[in-house]
């Protein structure tokens, strides 16, 4: 049973556009999201994260948008740049020892970037 | 500061043979996460150690152990390999805290 779910696969985005990443979760309890880049060949990179209790998280490029009633997040790159075609991937974590350790990761979803 | 490395970066078993993987975190980080990433699945959780104790644990069989020395460093260890255990195979480390994680590059194991 997939708690986080990112259902497109891929995108493919003009230079300078934005980007639209996705995520859909179904545990109630997950209160801390993360979104994580990953290139080939190496691990994956923190992006940005966003606590239950906010419902955006900015960080340059990159926002972060939560939808409690939805159970849905979503990642915005404004302007998209060749160098963000990555996988991305969102992740998921309920707080039970005082650490958000045990993340539940979403399939991901492959950015292509072009000029 | 140096980031979590991972030994060894590639590795090829057969099945029915036993492999140890070893991860060293960032300095002063003491929870170390590991995860399998196989084709067309996210990233899955194993296990995480904090203070060499497992902390938290995933869906996997009892073939999958750990175990955290007391400078942090963690190994990861697969017995009675199958072909389904291919996969590469990450380690994160935290302070423990409501952070984020620090992922290393992987092992990448395949079971032949």
């Known amino acids: 049973d997939q708690q986080v779910k990112q259902n497109s696969p891929s995108l493919s985005v003009q230079e300078g556009r934005i980007s639209i990443l996705n995520c859909d979760y179904t545990?109630?309890?997950?209160?801390?999201f993360l979104w994580y880049k990953k290139y080939p060949a190496e691990g994956p990179t923190f992006l940005i994260s966003?606590?239950?209790?906010?419902d955006k998280n900015e960080d340059g490029r990159f926002t972060v948008f939560l939808n409690k009633s939805a159970k849905h997040l979503s990642l915005h790159i404004v302007p998209s740049q060749p160098g963000d075609s990555a996988v991305y991937f969102c992740?998921?974590?309920?707080?039970?020892?005082?650490?958000?350790?045990?993340?539940?990761f979403g399939a991901g979803t492959r950015l292509a970037v072009h000029p | 500061k140096a980031g979590v490395t991972q030994t060894p970066r590639y590795l090829i078993k057969t099945r029915g043979q036993q492999v140890t993987l070893s991860c060293s975190p960032i300095?002063?980080?003491?929870?170390v996460s590991w995860y399998q990433q196989t084709p067309g699945q996210g990233l899955q959780f194993l296990f995480e150690?904090?203070?060499?104790?497992?902390?938290n644990k995933g869906n996997f069989p009892g073939r999958f152990s750990g175990r955290q020395f007391s400078n942090s460093r963690s190994e990861m260890n697969v017995s009675t390999l199958e072909l389904g255990d291919s996969a590469l195979y990450l380690c994160?480390?935290?302070?423990?805290?409501?952070?984020?994680?620090?992922f290393g590059p992987g092992t990448r194991l395949t079971v032949l």
């Open positions: 994160a480390s935290s302070s423990g805290l409501a952070n984020e994680q620090f």
């Open positions: 545990n109630s309890m997950f209160d801390y």
């Open positions: 966003i606590s239950s209790i906010k």
């Open positions: 992740a998921a974590a309920v707080d039970r020892t005082g650490g958000y350790n045990k993340l539940i």
């Open positions: 300095s002063g980080h003491r929870s």
């Open positions: 150690y904090f203070s060499e104790t497992q902390r």
